[in-house]
């Protein structure tokens, strides 16, 4: 089993930064990939950006040139720095490792941005 802990969100001001933590525990292997998926209230959970074990990454098109997405392997721990947050950022933001066909989620951690 494998168990994420986000940490890091909070309120905003549009133009402001946050960055967000996600400690992974238990059973990490070293082959995995990480990211961070974003839910706005009465909508589905989208991604948002991934980062695989060696340190490509994906962005979602609305978050390309504000959002970096990163990793510390030794920590089994992935980030996601967040600039010039806009309203429609707000949203609760989940966690996700994928190993082994599997797929572990976080609690999340919710994020409001005030325009």
């Known amino acids: 089993q494998v168990q994420l802990v986000e940490s890091g969100g909070g309120s905003v001001q549009a133009g402001g930064s946050l960055r967000l933590s996600c400690a992974a525990s238990g059973s990490v292997f070293s082959r995995n990939y990480m990211g961070w998926y974003r839910q706005a209230p009465g909508k589905q959970r989208d991604v948002v950006a991934t980062?695989?074990?060696?340190?490509?990454?994906n962005y979602a098109d609305s978050v390309k040139g504000r959002f970096t997405i990163s990793r510390d392997n030794a920590k089994n721990t992935v980030y996601l720095q967040m600039n010039n947050l806009k309203a429609e950022d707000t949203g609760v933001y989940y966690c996700?490792?994928?190993?082994?066909?599997?797929?572990?989620w976080g609690q999340g951690t919710q994020v409001t941005v005030s325009s």
């Open positions: 996700k490792l994928g190993q082994l066909w599997r797929d572990y």
């Open positions: 980062i695989t074990e060696v340190g490509v990454t």
